[in-house]
C-alpha cells in the first residue's frame, strides 16, 4: 500500500493560504483564539467568524483543485497498488481532484458537529452560535468539524495500522511542524517503508526521506505521479 500523507503545501497553488510560510494564516490570526477549544469556549462567535470566512473562500468560484490534486486523482485510479491519502487539509480539493479514499484527519471546513448529539452534518453556508442542530434542536452547540489544538486527530487507529502495513510513504506539501502527522514518517520507516518528500522547500523532517523532491506542487506531484505509473514501483524511479 502507497500512503501519501499532504498539507496546506498542496492546496496553496489553488489560492488557499498555508500556515506557516511567510503571510501565512498563523501570522494573520491568533491561533490560540480561532483554533482552540479555550479559544472557542472564550469566544464562539469569533471563532465561527473565522471559519465562516474561511469557508467562505473554500467555496468561492476561483478555488479549484489544482494539478497536484488531479495527479493524486489519477494515481489512485491507476495505480497496481491501493492508495491511501491521509490529509491535514480541510478543504475539500482532494476529492474534487478525484481520490476518494481520503481520511480528513484534522476534519472538514464543510461539515459542522453537534457537541450534544455528537452528528455530523454536511454545512455549506455561514454557522453561528444561534443556529439550532438539526437533529436534536440544541442551540449553541453546532461547531465547525475539525479538529483544533489540543483535540485528537480523527482516523487514528486506521492511520496507524495503514502505517505499519506500507510499502512507500509519501510527504506532500507539509512542513512537519504539527503532531501526531509529523511522527507518521518515522512510524512508516519502523514498518519498513521507503520515505518520499515532495515540498517546496526542505521541511523540518527533510533529513529522515529517502528520496526528495523539491518545488512547487503543481510541477512535481505530477512528475512523480508519472514516474510511478510508469515504473509501477513507487519511490524507485527518480524524477
Ligand atoms: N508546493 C509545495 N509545497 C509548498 C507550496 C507549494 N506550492 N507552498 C508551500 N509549500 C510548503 C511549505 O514549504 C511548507 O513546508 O508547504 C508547507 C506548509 O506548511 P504549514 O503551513 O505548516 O502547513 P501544514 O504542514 O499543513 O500544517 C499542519 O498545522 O496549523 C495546523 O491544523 C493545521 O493542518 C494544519 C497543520
Redesign the pocket.
Known amino acids: 500500500m502507497l500512503v501519501i500523507l499532504t498539507?496546506?503545501?498542496?492546496s496553496?497553488?489553488s489560492g488557499l493560504d498555508?500556515?506557516?510560510?511567510a503571510g501565512?494564516?498563523?501570522q494573520k490570526v491568533s491561533?490560540e483564539d480561532v483554533?482552540t477549544p479555550e479559544g472557542f469556549a472564550r469566544d464562539p462567535d469569533g471563532v465561527h467568524a473565522f471559519h465562516n470566512s474561511l469557508r467562505k473562500t473554500l467555496l468561492s468560484e476561483s478555488i479549484a483543485p489544482n494539478a497536484?490534486h488531479l495527479a493524486l486523482g489519477r494515481l489512485e485510479k491507476e495505480s497496481a497498488e491501493p492508495v491511501l491519502l491521509i490529509t491535514?487539509?480541510?478543504d475539500n480539493l482532494h476529492e474534487r481532484g478525484g481520490s476518494k479514499a481520503v481520511l480528513h484527519m484534522?476534519g472538514e471546513l464543510l461539515q459542522a458537529r453537534c457537541t450534544r448529539c455528537r452528528k455530523v452534518f454536511p454545512w455549506l453556508s455561514d454557522l453561528f452560535t444561534a443556529d439550532p442542530c438539526p437533529e436534536c434542536s440544541a442551540t449553541g452547540t453546532l461547531r465547525p468539524n475539525i479538529?483544533w489544538f489540543g483535540e485528537v486527530p480523527f482516523f487514528m487507529d486506521e492511520i496507524s495500522q495503514a502505517l505499519s502495513r506500507c510499502s512507500t510513504f509519501v510527504s506532500?506539501?507539509?512542513?512537519?511542524?504539527?503532531y501526531p502527522?509529523a511522527n507518521f514518517c518515522v512510524l512508516a520507516r519502523q514498518g519498513g517503508a521507503r520515505l518520499v518528500e515532495?515540498?517546496?522547500?526542505p521541511?523540518n523532517l527533510a533529513r529522515v526521506f529517502n528520496e526528495s523532491h523539491y518545488?512547487?506542487?503543481?510541477r512535481?506531484v505530477p512528475e512523480w505521479v508519472e514516474s510511478v505509473l510508469k515504473s509501477g514501483a513507487p519511490g524507485k524511479d527518480g524524477i
Open positions: 498539507g496546506a503545501g498542496i496553496k497553488e498555508t500556515f506557516r510560510d501565512g494564516l498563523w491561533m483554533a497536484a491535514q487539509n480541510i484534522h479538529v506532500i506539501g507539509t512542513s512537519g511542524n504539527v502527522a515532495l515540498n517546496l522547500e521541511s518545488g512547487p506542487a503543481t512535481i
